[in-house]
């Protein structure tokens, strides 16, 4: 049976976790407010970036071009977005189940770029390479950081060390719901069009090699850095449900 001394030093004990969490909360729901209007603002351009490239691929005819094809290489590479620290219930585990679980996406053929130690060291852990280690991004995430690992990724697209590019990130829709979100970003996807009339043929100038080249880029570093955006507003407030329970 537990002695008085044991209770106290067990109540002093659970006193101060709460004291802890209760401090943790608090800065989460600060930094919570201040990455949800970022995310909330930017997604409407983001999603509409998305929509307008594969608007534009659809109307495009039958065009070849580098980056609507996979490339010779077999190996997939993987942009998982996590946090540098825990505590935020799920919020990382989540990614690396979303990855490790998607079929094609094995430790054999799959290489890790990856933005937030926690997901990197959970994917070394269960046999993945790790590319590029890109953690510190995720602290203050800004366009350039997004520019840099796209053109980084570009570049071994370019140069067939990787065939596919998938972007794994948690897509933010309200304090308590964040939603684990596997996109493929090379090669570029046309996907479905909802409308039964027949579509109008896009028209390129100068033409398609050049203008794909320079649009492209830019389509993937705006979903890279929409993403980031996301991903800071879900993890705040993963830590703020957290440590609230």
């Known amino acids: 049976m537990a002695s008085m001394r044991d209770i106290k030093h067990r109540k002093e004990s659970i006193q101060s976790t709460e004291q802890i969490t209760k401090a943790m909360k608090l800065v989460s729901t600060v930094k919570l407010q201040k990455s949800r209007a970022k995310a909330e603002e930017s997604k409407p351009y983001y999603d509409l970036m998305y929509d307008t490239i594969c608007s534009m691929l659809r109307k495009s005819g039958s065009i070849e071009h580098k980056y609507l094809k996979a490339g010779d290489s077999k190996k997939k590479a993987v942009i998982a977005i996590t946090s540098n620290r825990g505590l935020a219930g799920g919020y990382n585990n989540n990614i690396v189940k979303l990855v ?136 705040n407030g993963a830590r703020m449900t957290a440590m609230d329970s």
Not at 127 to 139: C, H, L, M, Q, R
Not at 179 to 204: F, H, Q, R, W
Not at 228 to 233: G, H, K, N, Y
């Open 100 to 235: 490790t679980g998607t079929e094609g996406l094995t430790p054999e053929n799959t290489v890790i770029y990856a933005i937030g130690r926690k997901g990197k060291d959970s994917f070394v852990r269960k046999g993945y390479a790790i590319a590029e280690d890109y953690s510190e991004v995720i602290n203050e995430p800004i366009y350039r950081d997004a520019a840099d690992v796209t053109a980084e990724l570009l570049d071994s697209f370019g140069q067939n060390q990787i065939g596919e590019i998938y972007l794994a990130y948690t897509s933010f829709k309200n304090t308590v719901t964040h939603i684990p979100t596997l996109k493929k970003l090379l090669p570029v996807e046309a996907g479905k069009d909802s409308e039964k009339t027949d579509l109008v043929l896009m028209t390129y100038e100068p033409n398609e090699d050049q203008v794909l080249d320079s649009i492209i880029p830019k389509y993937m570093s705006s979903l890279i850095y929409g993403a980031l955006l996301e991903a800071v507003a879900s993890e």
